[in-house]
């Protein structure tokens, strides 16, 4: 049941409705926002909801248990069990057959021939996210930053609440939970601005994200050596704009959806292809993720407190686990490990050569320009379906082909579009939205369904699953 479905805007309104009926009622409407939750989560494969109402009760009674102890050790031991099986969890279902089919190739590069076990499995939807949620609960209850969570129904639909449960944004325990036990109120500036954002989330998706799939992306990743080097190049540019317009889409829809219930769930995307150095793209691109990754990982490893040495080895293993978490593939790995040089040789030159002063224009773009060519290199490894085709890829962007006559079609100049306008979205978004908000209810939801209605027809696409759903 993809946010971009019919079956969703009917869930959603019927959600709505009874919702605020029995907004007056705690126990009630989350015992029911529990139900839909499970409800759009079995819509995917209801033989997961055990593996999402197991890995969630777990946390809740761990939770529990280390809050009443008092023993560091056994605290430790708690949270070292919780840990060990979420990732075991994870690992099975994501990691398995990878990790086996590694060990049988280089196995036989010693002579052996062994056979891997390969489990038939599906992945279970969302599953690397709300992992990543449960277990963020547990050690900040470990460190003592939140209370214990004392209603079950309530921590069950933390974790699996459905506007952001598929694919993020990851959220806090103390930014979510807290917000269940109080009585939700929406104003007409919340409203318009859900509604704004639920609107703007599916033009990019159909309008944007689909269409320069479609037509500029697929075909050159399907058949690089097809094609000359403006093209090859320009679908890179594409799929940086399809996965950001995609990704992107995806939080505005789950953030206005759940704004339309009272919940507040914070932003993940910040017009991330302005950054001008890598460290300033990761606080701009996913940031629930880049800041989970902060938080639980590049700081317990010991983040930059122990030398400069031991901070560039932190940062590279943050992003190696960062770009396995988003697969299980060598691709992705290559991705994480691209990022994590990048953030190393970033930090190296900002050490050796300060920005000088005064740091103009013309030198900030110049940098924008430079940090979105190495994330787009990053992503060739991402989107492409092996090495090889990523090398296809290379080799056409290097190739002396310069044609230019798949380029003539609409969808560059949606890409241009994108383009031109990603860097104005900080300054204007917000006034963009103040307007749509202080127009009256009818011509707002008048607007939205005539926007969607347009996209749709101008896309002529097949609706297609968010990207990030595969993770």
Same mark, same amino acid.
């Not at 993809?2 to 009917?10: G, H, I, Q, T």
């Given at each position: ?15 709505f409705g009874i919702f605020w009926l029995l907004s007056p009622y705690r126990r009630w409407r989350n015992l029911f926002l529990l139900a839909v ?7 995917? /494969? ?41 990732m075991g969890i994870l690992a099975t279902f994501k990691y398995f057959n990878f990790f086996a089919e590694e060990f049988a190739r280089l196995a ?41 969570? &004392? /209603? ?11 506007? &952001? ?38 033009? +990019? +998706? ?90 639980? %990982?590049? !700081? ?5 407190? +122990? ?7 932190? %940062?590279?293993?943050?992003? @190696?686990?960062?770009? %396995?978490?988003?697969?299980?593939? @060598? /691709? ?5 490990? !691209? ?10 030159? &900002? ?17 924008? @320009? ?35 006559? /798949? ?23 917000? &006034?963009?939205? +103040? ?37």
């Open positions: 049941m993809a946010f971009n479905s019919l079956s969703y805007a009917v869930l959603f309104l019927a959600t939750s499970y409800l759009f989560y079995a819509s995917w /494969n209801p033989r997961y909801l055990t593996l999402i109402f197991f890995s969630s009760s777990l946390d809740y009674f761990v939770g529990r248990h280390m809050d009443r102890s008092g023993s560091p050790r056994v605290r430790r031991a708690l949270l070292s069990f919780s840990i060990a099986m979420n036989a590069v010693f002579g052996f021939t062994p056979s891997p076990i390969v489990l038939d499995v599906l992945l279970p939807v969302g599953i690397s996210f709300y992992t990543f949620q449960t277990m963020s609960y547990i050690i900040d209850l470990y460190r003592r930053r939140l209370p214990v969570a &004392q /209603n079950y129904a309530e921590y069950l639909l933390f974790v699996s609440f459905f506007p &952001q449960l598929v694919a993020g944004p990851i959220v806090r325990a103390s930014h979510l939970l807290p917000q269940f036990g109080r009585t939700p109120s929406l104003t007409v500036a919340n409203s318009g601005r859900a509604l704004f954002l639920i609107g703007i989330g599916l033009v +990019k +998706k159909m309008a944007v994200a689909d269409y320069l799939g479609a037509h500029l992306v697929d075909p050159v990743f399907s058949a690089p050596w097809m094609y000359s080097s403006p093209e090859a190049l320009v679908a890179v540019w594409a799929y940086a704009f399809q996965i950001y317009a995609d990704f992107s889409a995806y939080s505005d829809i789950a953030i206005g959806s759940a704004a339309l219930l009272g919940f507040d769930i914070p932003l993940n995307f910040r017009a991330p292809y302005t950054a001008q150095n890598l460290r300033d793209f990761w606080q701009r691109w996913h940031i629930s993720l880049s800041s989970w990754l902060r938080d639980y %990982l590049y !700081i317990p490893l010991g983040g930059s407190r +122990k030398g400069h040495a031991r901070t560039y080895i932190n %940062l590279l293993i943050t992003m @190696l686990l960062g770009g %396995l978490w988003h697969g299980a593939a @060598l /691709n992705f790995i290559v991705w994480g490990a !691209i990022h994590g040089l990048a953030l190393v040789l970033t930090r190296v030159w &900002q050490r050796a050569f300060p920005t000088p002063k005064p740091n103009t224009r013309l030198r900030r773009f110049g940098q924008t @320009l430079l940090t979105f060519h190495v994330v787009c290199a990053a992503w060739i490894f991402f989107r492409a379906a092996s090495f090889a085709d990523a090398a296809a890829v290379f080799r056409a962007i290097a190739s002396t082909n310069f044609g230019v006559g /798949n380029l003539m079609k609409p969808a560059s100049l949606i890409l241009l579009a994108a383009m031109l306008t990603h860097g104005l979205v900080p300054k204007h978004f917000d &006034q963009l939205r +103040k307007g749509f908000t202080a127009l009256p209810a009818v011509v707002q939801a008048v607007l939205l369904v005539s926007a969607v209605a347009a996209a749709h027809y101008l896309a002529q696409t097949e609706v297609a699953p968010f990207i990030y759903f595969q993770f």
